[in-house]
């Protein structure tokens, strides 16, 4: 990570000063972090999201960036084409966010969600192309959070379906930018929902054209990682995820933003995010975008930003690592951990987990107790014992077990039955059985069988 860091020292000197909106580390399941920063400098931070893995930045193309030298000419900023295509240049896919309202419209139409102006403009983005030939952009995401701005333009407000109708408006308006980006090419993906709970449920019922669902499942206040701010639908993020697959069974998710609530403690935003990431990759949510990369101040924005505002690093971004270096390669499953035993007192009702594998190879099981807040002076209470089983379709390696706290980085290993054991460390009951001392907590472990 020091090696990392290096190459962020002064991030405000010459050169490609853009916000971008997110960056995804390539698994099975992926993740991306959201960076909507103007002090950062791309030529210094695109080559670190590179070095870590990433695949996908999400980032700002509006309509006003698109159409802004006359009505019904295209072509974006050069300092987004000189971004977009160092993005390219790394190896990084970009979603191509065209927001639109107020000042994101193009300056020529009195209608600033003109419905087919906008499906122009973002089928012109739709046909653009690196010097390579690959799309400049991956995808296309209409509109951020319609729920807000395109709700309000109508009269309309969110989780109300009012006499605006600006759910159904905004269906016509995506479906129409729809239609046009796939005439002018048909294998651009494009994200379109981005609103909350019902009001998201109610688009897709009204037939919402996608390759792929967003919304930003954010803390809904309460700092327990397993809540979701999504009114109306849920207040599980497990069951609220049920509700969109429900809904929309074949469209893949897109969380476009991500985190926890924006002030809190380092130690509380790391147990957030590993908490509610192992769940996200649990339950093979196709992208999830972190917001954001860069702070803006060193001690505000802790539980949604992975560096600071003077480039240090945010614990999260110590702890999200540990969780893709160990999950990659490996394919989430159905399986739960079992109790074969707890101590007196154990909190079974709060007990989570989830199990990952590769057939033959390799398992991880993630548990931790959740439906509580992480605790917020930075010192976790006491971890409950048990034993636990989950299935495996291998045997593991003469001791090649071993038992990883995510947010502290600290590992025991997994001794093999009869090996003396005066410490309490976590023990395998028998060659092919459970596993003994496992300590539960708020935060996170990873028990992974080699």
């Known amino acids: 990570m020091k090696k990392l860091l290096a190459v962020l020292v002064s991030l405000s000197v010459l050169g490609l000063l853009r916000p971008c909106q997110g960056f995804e580390l390539n698994f099975d399941s992926h993740f991306a972090l959201h960076a909507d920063q103007p002090q950062w400098n791309a030529k210094y931070v695109i080559p670190y999201m590179a070095e870590i893995g990433t695949t996908f930045i999400r980032d700002d193309v509006d309509w006003s960036n698109i159409e802004h030298t006359a009505q019904g ?84 407000y969110p989780l109300v379906v009012d006499s605006s109708q600006w759910q159904q ?83 893949p998710i897109w969380e476009t933003e991500k985190g926890a609530d924006y002030s809190v403690s380092e130690y509380s935003a790391a147990v957030w995010n590993a908490r509610r990431y192992l769940m996200t990759f649990g339950m093979g949510v196709e992208h999830t975008f972190f917001y954001e990369m860069i702070g803006d101040g060193e001690f505000s924005g802790v539980g949604q930003s992975w560096l600071s505002f003077n480039d240090n690093s945010r614990q999260v971004s110590l702890v999200l690592p540990r969780i893709v270096d160990h999950l990659n390669g490996l394919h989430s499953t159905t399986q739960n951990v079992t109790l074969a035993s707890t101590q007196s007192g154990f909190d079974a009702t709060d007990f989570k987990s989830y199990v990952w594998t590769v057939t033959g190879g390799r398992t991880v099981a993630a548990v931790w ?69 496992i300590y539960v907590s708020e935060r996170p472990l990873l028990i992974v069988v080699q």
């Open 73 to 156: 000419v295209y072509g974006v900023w050069s300092d987004e084409l000189a971004f977009l295509q160092l993005a390219h240049q790394y190896g990084i896919k970009v979603v191509g966010l065209v927001q639109a309202g107020g000042g994101y419209s193009s300056p020529f139409y009195t209608d600033k969600f003109d419905v087919a102006a906008y499906a122009n403009a973002c089928a012109w983005l739709a046909t653009q192309a690196n010097a390579d030939g690959t799309p400049l952009v991956a995808a296309i995401e209409i509109l951020n959070e319609p729920n807000n701005g395109f709700a309000s333009y109508y009269g309309g």
């Open 369 to 437: 107790f959740g439906n509580h807040a992480p605790y917020k002076a930075n010192v976790a209470p006491a971890p409950q014992s048990c034993t636990v089983s989950f299935a495996l379709d291998h045997p593991h390696y003469y001791n090649g077990s071993f038992v990883l706290d995510l947010i502290t980085g600290a590992t025991e290993p997994v001794l093999e039955p009869g090996v003396a054991n005066p410490n309490g460390l976590p023990h395998w009951t028998d060659y092919y059985g459970s596993i003994a001392n």
């Open 169 to 251: 408006k905004y269906v016509t308006f995506a479906n129409a930018a729809y239609a046009a980006i796939k005439a002018a090419n048909p294998s651009m993906t494009v994200l379109a929902g981005g609103a909350q709970g019902s009001d998201l449920l109610l688009m897709l019922s009204l037939g919402l054209k996608c390759d792929g669902i967003t919304f930003h499942p954010y803390d809904d206040g309460s700092a327990i990682p397993e809540h979701v701010y999504e009114p109306q639908a849920s207040s599980g993020y497990e069951s609220w995820i049920a509700k969109v697959r429900a809904a929309a069974p074949n469209i």
